[in-house]
């Protein structure tokens, strides 16, 4: 199988990863309750990967780096902990349903007001019209990163720094580029960054997280056990307690953990996949009846490439794909209906081909001759 | 390290279980986004856990089966999915605070309201009051399963008759049972159990989920992707994905579904962990200065021991068991203060002794020594 499904998960994970997590298996305790070795070892091993994750994001505390399940769960806490009934945000057609859904339910349940930012041909946000969203309660800018369809890098400095110009909160998504392209919340005025490490960042499922910057309030979202502060009827109110309830996935951290040992030694990676990425839309981009979608031309991109042959449903040219050469790629709406929305393939979907360091220039070149024989069997 | 924090998580996990992770951390795509080889390998993964869950716990639908971080997250779920403003709830004081703190959080933003049911000497539920605990509004019971302090075991089926007969849901928390004591949704009368992965059922942390009967409502609590139905603006209607929001956590699922398959064909954990347990009671409750807590007379028992030593600080004895003796134990206020309130122990909380089938009589007959000693250091 050549996969080149890798903006839903990277299915290959470095050694050094699974490796962490068979060795957390086997002798981690559940951290911060009680203090024994096996205790005290998870606990080193997360307050570690808290360490880490605050110095690859560009977090000025440890202690404000909460891990969760997954980005969704991350982006639910920053939106429902953040925004409320008087509130207005700004965003972008880029976004996935992971911030569209908690987005449409705070409108739906509290009246939150939602301004979209328009989007160009080429699927990239319409910065100029920033301005013009701005209203008296505008709370916050929240926007994706990277769109997971077209791979396009939203301009995070400028909504940041228009953010920090006009005193609003700016959470950013960081699903599709964390890992891939650099994310540093202080150059990129981020006050809230939600990650989720089985993608890009090589890690295991179940592991993702958010930094925070110092001063943000954010209410919890979850509450229960804590380890500490037993009496309190509350949620402790520190971080990163305030944003953790129950026993965390230490195993999977564990390997996120070895994940940032790992890109941190690896920064070849992006050239890499760029390449792949590049390589792959110049292969199929002059073939007759191909339709790409998105910017290529800008600098910086998610590694991922999403098209369309001629009017064919991506759904049977995906399946055709892995059926008759063994290639894995994701068709259908992919969660983003706004963006196919403005890109006119509500119905067609796309069909996405997305790399990892792991894939092969030969994979990629497979890849162009599947789509140019797709095309040309009329 | 003798290890007998086991009520915490179990350090100790099969090897199946490892083995089962690194298998899917070498093959596993993301379940329900696409459609080939290592997305349907991770939809049949995860599929097929669900069915082998709903048949562990006598769930009738294996789509009703959904999957959480932990338990916190399910009873969180369950709790804020079920009740609102204009109801009452019956609950126990051997709660966690994975119950306790939602309930107050309803209490305090609805105005939700609370009974508990009051606890004997021994801290067990005084059931008897369960009908002058009813009132009009009374919407559900909500009780653990086995208190994590004392290892008492509630009388599930009682709880649940009474609820089935006054039309009331029956939230049953399994997270100090499910893997050691038979949880049958359908015996017990339960219309949500919620249960945790990493304790008695073996398997990997990060992993959890509830069990729903096939005629309850409970609203979404994460919203976000799902993978289907893309241009819907609310979180899709249908269980599972109701209740799931973004990436599972396929790989630590991949190993849950391993322990279950374990504990399917060791049925002889709970007699193993119960001997010990009782052993280890025996051996300690007639050492002179030594007070346990629970009921060791009902049949019945979460394999845990709790105990203090004259008035020796918990926190202490357990640091001298480890330094001293090598031995694992949790001690302080172990997340259940309505239970310490009970047992007059919220200032020094308690010592707690938990057992796993990976231990061994020997390992016991060393824990009891270890007592005797501090005991007798006078």
Same mark, same amino acid.
């Given at each position: 199988?050549?996969?080149?499904?890798?903006?839903?998960?990277?299915?290959?994970?470095? !050694?050094?990863?699974?490796?962490?997590?068979?060795?957390?298996?086997?002798? #981690?305790?559940?951290?911060?309750?009680?203090?024994?070795?096996?205790?005290?070892?998870?606990?080193?091993?997360?307050?570690?990967?808290?360490?880490?994750?605050?110095?690859?994001?560009?977090?000025?505390?440890?202690?404000?780096?909460?891990?969760?399940?997954?980005?969704?769960?991350?982006?639910?806490?920053? /939106?429902?902990?953040?925004?409320?009934?008087?509130?207005?945000?700004?965003?972008?057609?880029? !976004?996935?349903? =992971?911030?569209?859904?908690?987005?449409?339910?705070?409108?739906?349940?509290?009246?939150?007001?939602?301004?979209?930012?328009?989007? @160009?041909?080429?699927? @990239?946000?319409?910065?100029?019209?920033?301005?013009?969203?701005?209203?008296?309660?505008?709370?916050?800018?929240?926007?994706?990163?990277?769109?997971?369809?077209?791979?396009?890098? $939203?301009?995070?400095?400028?909504?940041?720094?228009?953010?920090?110009?006009?005193?609003?909160?700016?959470?950013?998504?960081?699903?599709?580029?964390?890992?891939?392209?650099?994310? @540093?919340?202080?150059?990129?005025?981020?006050?809230?960054?939600?990650?989720?490490?089985?993608? =890009?960042?090589?890690?295991?499922?179940?592991?993702?997280? #958010?930094?925070?910057?110092? @001063?943000?309030? /954010?209410?919890?979202?979850?509450?229960?056990?804590?380890?500490? #502060?037993?009496?309190?009827?509350?949620?402790?109110? !520190?971080?990163?307690?305030?944003?953790?309830?129950?026993?965390?996935?230490?195993?999977?951290?564990?390997?996120?953990?070895?994940?940032?040992?790992?890109?941190?030694?690896?920064?070849?990676?992006?050239?890499?996949?760029?390449?792949?990425?590049?390589?792959?839309?110049?292969?199929?981009?002059?073939?007759?009846?191909?339709? $790409?979608?998105?910017?290529?031309?800008?600098?910086?991109?998610?590694?991922?490439?999403?098209?369309?042959?001629?009017?064919?449903?991506?759904? +049977?040219? =995906?399946?055709?794909?892995?059926?008759?050469?063994?290639?894995?790629?994701?068709?259908?709406?992919?969660?983003?209906?706004? #963006?196919?929305?403005?890109?006119?393939?509500? +119905?067609?979907?796309?069909?996405?081909?997305?790399? =990892?360091?792991?894939?092969?220039? !030969? +994979?990629?070149?497979?890849?162009?001759?599947?789509?140019?024989?797709?095309?040309?069997?009329?």
């Amino acid at each position: 199988m050549i996969y080149l499904d890798n903006a839903a998960t990277t299915l290959k994970k470095p !050694e050094e990863v699974i490796n962490a997590v068979v060795q957390a298996m086997n002798s #981690m305790g559940n951290a911060g309750r009680g203090a024994h070795e096996g205790v005290l070892q998870a606990a080193m091993k997360i307050y570690g990967t808290r360490k880490k994750l605050a110095e690859f994001f560009g977090c000025k505390r440890a202690d404000h780096v909460v891990f969760t399940c997954n980005s969704t769960e991350a982006l639910n806490i920053a /939106i429902m902990g953040t925004l409320g009934a008087e509130d207005h945000v700004i965003t972008t057609q880029l !976004e996935h349903n =992971s911030v569209l859904r908690p987005l449409y339910r705070l409108k739906k349940e509290k009246g939150l007001q939602i301004s979209f930012l328009p989007t @160009d041909e080429k699927g @990239d946000p319409c910065y100029e019209a920033l301005p013009e969203c701005l209203k008296e309660n505008t709370k916050a800018i929240i926007s994706t990163h990277a769109s997971n369809l077209t791979g396009n890098v $939203v301009d995070a400095a400028r909504l940041g720094s228009f953010a920090k110009e006009h005193g609003l909160l700016f959470i950013l998504d960081a699903s599709q580029t964390a890992g891939v392209i650099p994310v @540093d919340m202080e150059a990129l005025n981020a006050d809230i960054v939600c990650f989720t490490g089985h993608k =890009s960042m090589l890690g295991p499922q179940g592991t993702g997280g #958010m930094c925070i910057r110092e @001063d943000v309030e /954010i209410a919890p979202f979850k509450v229960g056990g804590t380890g500490v #502060m037993s009496y309190l009827e509350e949620q402790p109110s !520190e971080l990163p307690t305030r944003l953790e309830a129950g026993t965390l996935n230490g195993h999977g951290i564990a390997g996120l953990s070895a994940a940032i040992d790992y890109m941190n030694v690896h920064p070849e990676r992006y050239e890499a996949e760029h390449a792949m990425m590049q390589r792959f839309y110049e292969g199929v981009s002059d073939i007759e009846g191909i339709t $790409v979608y998105g910017n290529f031309s800008a600098g910086l991109r998610a590694p991922i490439v999403a098209l369309n042959i001629r009017d064919y449903s991506s759904g +049977e040219v =995906s399946d055709v794909l892995f059926q008759d050469y063994g290639i894995a790629t994701r068709s259908g709406a992919h969660c983003a209906p706004l #963006m196919h929305k403005a890109l006119g393939t509500m +119905e067609q979907g796309a069909v996405r081909f997305s790399f =990892s360091s792991f894939n092969t220039m !030969e +994979e990629t070149e497979a890849a162009i001759e599947a789509v140019r024989e797709i095309a040309h069997r009329g």
